[in-house]
């Protein structure tokens, strides 16, 4: 929705080509930051999950009823998971089967780590092996991947500080550009009128190339931090979206002044 009303508002004929630019920045960044926010949800049940994911082995391997480990589980608090213990618990006292029960608990936590565990330990159940030996495994998998994935998010952090700040002095960078033949192309104007074989030159298409490359930059720093993260597109939306608004405001910002300034000294 962020995405059709950021296209929206570039095709809308209102403002310049900056301005909408940092409109469309900011309506994709607000979906980005929404879905960011959906993810911070998901990532803290998949760091409360292991707590959830050692009481039922640990009790299973007792030989204890699974609804009765289940029941038990209501008493204790898992954090983020506490709702859906409580829906699991409520599908198998109606007699759900227990593999579609466990089903719709991935399903009301939607991580794809929690289901790839969940699936190991439901067909480690349904089959009837060792549930403390696969535990065993699934937990040194589990240590892996997170350790992993945090140092892949220390890159990125470390990337992101890099990236953004750059994109920023880019777009500055072309600012003054602009602000210096904007302030030219007043000046010529001005010596038109006086003098016959001067003609003041355009600077149209260097503002859309200038457009273009803010849209380009900002488009391979957010595929670059992707690929680094790899786990939520959301990730392409907010930053493409605090880019281009960031990148649009510094760039009409400085453009306004440094045309001011030099304007202002072209006539003293």
């Known amino acids: ?3 059709a009303l950021a296209v929206l508002a570039i095709v809308l004929p ?11 920045g900011l309506l994709i960044s607000v ?10 949800k998901v990532k803290q049940k998949e760091k409360d999950y292991p707590a959830f994911f050692r009481y039922i082995s640990s009790n299973i391997g007792a030989n204890i009823p699974l609804i009765q480990v289940i029941d038990s589980a209501r008493e204790t608090d898992f954090g983020s998971l506490n709702e ?6 409520n599908k ?3 007699r759900v089967k227990p593999k579609v029960a466990w089903w719709s608990f991935e399903t009301e936590l939607d991580s794809n780590l929690i289901r790839k565990i969940n699936l ?4 480690t159940l349904a089959t009837g092996g060792d549930i403390e030996k696969a535990s065993k495994v699934i937990e040194e998998f589990h240590h892996i991947y997170t350790m992993v994935r945090r140092k892949r998010y220390s890159a990125c952090s470390y990337h992101i500080g890099i990236l953004i700040p750059l994109y920023v002095v880019m777009a500055s960078l072309f600012g003054v550009i602009d602000g210096f033949f904007s302030a030219l192309t007043l000046f010529l104007g001005k010596l038109e009128s006086v003098v016959d074989f001067i003609s003041v030159p355009s600077v ?5 190339f200038f457009l273009f490359s803010l849209i380009v930059f900002a488009l391979n720093n957010v595929f670059s931090l992707y690929n680094m993260e790899g786990d939520s597109r959301f990730t ?3 930053y493409l979206g605090i880019q281009l608004s960031l990148g649009g405001a510094f760039y009409l910002g400085i453009t306004s002044m440094v045309t001011k300034y030099l304007s202002s000294v072209a006539y003293l």
């Open 31 to 40: 979906g980005g930051a929404v879905g960011k926010w959906y993810i911070r």
């Open 14 to 24: 209102v403002g310049s080509n900056f301005q909408k630019l940092i409109i469309s």
């Open 236 to 238: 392409i939306l907010f």
């Open 120 to 123: 190991i330990m439901t067909d």
């Open 92 to 94: 198998l006292k109606m």
């Open 204 to 208: 149209e298409f260097m503002r859309i």
């Open 1 to 3: 929705a962020s995405v």
């Open 84 to 89: 859906a213990v409580e829906i699991l618990y």
